[in-house]
Structures are given as structure tokens and as C-alpha cells.
């Protein structure tokens, strides 16, 4: 009877290492510091900074580097979360900063969207790989390289231009124009397309009249321009005359003026529409 327990026992611990040896390995735990969410509107970004307003009406702002991970778009109004490391600290990295939802469609006022919204403006060489965005405004500072851009809400954008931006002709301080950039929206984006819009509005009081035509001589108080009837007018200019800067023989500049149409008129304005 005795011997029969002991195969008993030694049955049963046989059965039991069987089974151990049938069941997977389990996965061995990963040590990771927890991440923290905070949801908020993008109430301002820059190159590497976003600031979150929360329901309570607290902000809280993040670093953007390099390792953080974007999805979505950053544009001013859209809901969004930011992930990081540890206890939040003003200007602590985010690990990840995702989009919630987008701000209402905009594209009947021609302001700011997405050209994948329904009846938006679209650019003249629409992307297929990335997402373009787009924002219109007034342009406050023009230069070779960037141009400020005054949008409808009193936020002024700095748009930077490069080799492979394509800019329409007429771009200068005063006019409407469109910007279409790809990414986030913020001082410092690339424009792929800068779109002429419409002429900056007259100054009220005396009407103003305007003038387009080509220079065909030009000095420090005045030039000479050329208009499309085959007369050559003289434009002069005195400490009032508002003149964008790069204008020599040959450029296409377009002159306001009081008054009628004179052989001589006094420029309140001389904007460079093209150099040859």
C-alpha cells in the first residue's frame, strides 16, 4: 500500500512539470516611465514651443524637438493632446502631440484651412503626397526671403520663402495675399505659394487713382514711366511717397496718385509690381 502512495506522488509531480513545460514562456515586463496627457485648444506655436489652453482656461506649454512625434496638424484653434515624461514643468518636451479635432472649415471666408476642405482656395501645383494648408492675410513687411503676414484675428506671421517657393508678381507691403504651406501653422513655416489677392484698400478722404507702367529712367525724386497708351508720364516723389525699394529701369511698378491724369503727378505711392 505504501508503494503504491509513493507512484502515486511520483505520478502526480511527472504531470505537473508535463504541463509547466507545455505553457509559453511569459513576456518579461518592460520597465517605462509613464507619459502624461494633457488636452487642450492651440491657443499659440512657434518653431519649437506650443502653448494649450485647457477647459479650465489653464495653459500649459511644451517644447517641440526633433524625437517629438506630430500627428495632425498645429493650427491655431484645433484641440489637441500633449504627451511627456514625468511631472509637467512649463516647457517640458513633448513626447507626442496629437491632433483631436480641427477647427470648423473656414474656406467660405477665404481665411485659413486645409485645400482638402470642400470649395477651399487650392494651389497652382497641389501636393498628393502632403497635406497643404493655407492662410490669407495682409502683408505688412515684404523681402527677398520672408515676408510678414497680417491675419484677420490681429496675429502677424512670419512666411519664409526659399528656392522653390513660387510667388506671384505684386507682392508687396499693403496687398492681400494667400500663403500655401505644408505643416503646422506658425511663425517661421516655408510657403510652397505666395498668391497675389487684391491691392491694400485707398486711404480714405481724396480719391486715389492709380497707375501701372514700366520706368524708364528713374532718380532720387522722381522717374519716368511708361504706360501702356505709349506716353511717358513723370512721377515725382517727395518725403510723403510711400516706395518700395528695388525699383531701376525696367521694373514694372504701379503709381498711386491724387488728382487726374497729368504729364506730372506726385506719388503718394510706388509699389514694384516685377524687375526684368
Known amino acids: 500500500m505504501f508503494v503504491l502512495a509513493l507512484v502515486l506522488v511520483f505520478a ?4 505537473g512539470d508535463s504541463n509547466n513545460n507545455d505553457t509559453p514562456d511569459e513576456p518579461e515586463a518592460t ?7 494633457i ?14 489652453q485647457a477647459p479650465n482656461g489653464t495653459t500649459y506649454t511644451f517644447a517641440i524637438d526633433d524625437d517629438t512625434e506630430i500627428i495632425g496638424s498645429e493650427v491655431l484653434g484645433n484641440t489637441m493632446s500633449a504627451s511627456f515624461v ?16 480641427e477647427i470648423p472649415d473656414t474656406s467660405a471666408s477665404g481665411g485659413k484651412g486645409s485645400t482638402g476642405a470642400a470649395g477651399a482656395p487650392q494651389p497652382k501645383e497641389p501636393s498628393p503626397e502632403d497635406r497643404i494648408w493655407y ?18 484675428d490681429g496675429t502677424t506671421y512670419t512666411v519664409l520663402k526659399d528656392d522653390n517657393t513660387q510667388s506671384d508678381s505684386g507682392i508687396v507691403v499693403g496687398c492681400v495675399a494667400r500663403v500655401f ?5 506658425r511663425n517661421g513655416m516655408v510657403a510652397t505659394e505666395i498668391h497675389f489677392i487684391a491691392d491694400s484698400p485707398p486711404p480714405q478722404g481724396d480719391p ?6 514700366t520706368v524708364t529712367d528713374a532718380t532720387m525724386n522722381e522717374l519716368q514711366l511708361l504706360y501702356e497708351d505709349g506716353n511717358t508720364y513723370t512721377i515725382l516723389k517727395d518725403d510723403d511717397t510711400r516706395t518700395d525699394s528695388g525699383i531701376e529701369v525696367g521694373s514694372v511698378v504701379r503709381v498711386f496718385h491724387k488728382g ?6 506726385l506719388a503718394t505711392e510706388i509699389r514694384l509690381i516685377s524687375n526684368p
Do not use: R
Open 12 to 15: 502526480l509531480t511527472a504531470c
Open 31 to 37: 520597465v517605462d516611465e509613464s507619459l502624461t496627457t
Open 39 to 52: 488636452t487642450g485648444v492651440l491657443i499659440d506655436a512657434s518653431m519649437h514651443v506650443i502653448t494649450l
Open 86 to 101: 514625468g511631472e509637467y514643468t512649463s516647457g517640458v518636451v513633448a513626447v507626442a502631440v496629437m491632433t483631436i479635432s
Open 135 to 152: 492662410l490669407t492675410g495682409t502683408v505688412t513687411d515684404v523681402s527677398m526671403n520672408q515676408l510678414q503676414l497680417l491675419y484677420e
Open 181 to 185: 504651406h505644408k505643416g503646422s501653422l
Open 208 to 213: 486715389i487713382f492709380f497707375l501701372t507702367g
Open 260 to 265: 487726374g491724369l497729368q504729364p506730372q503727378m
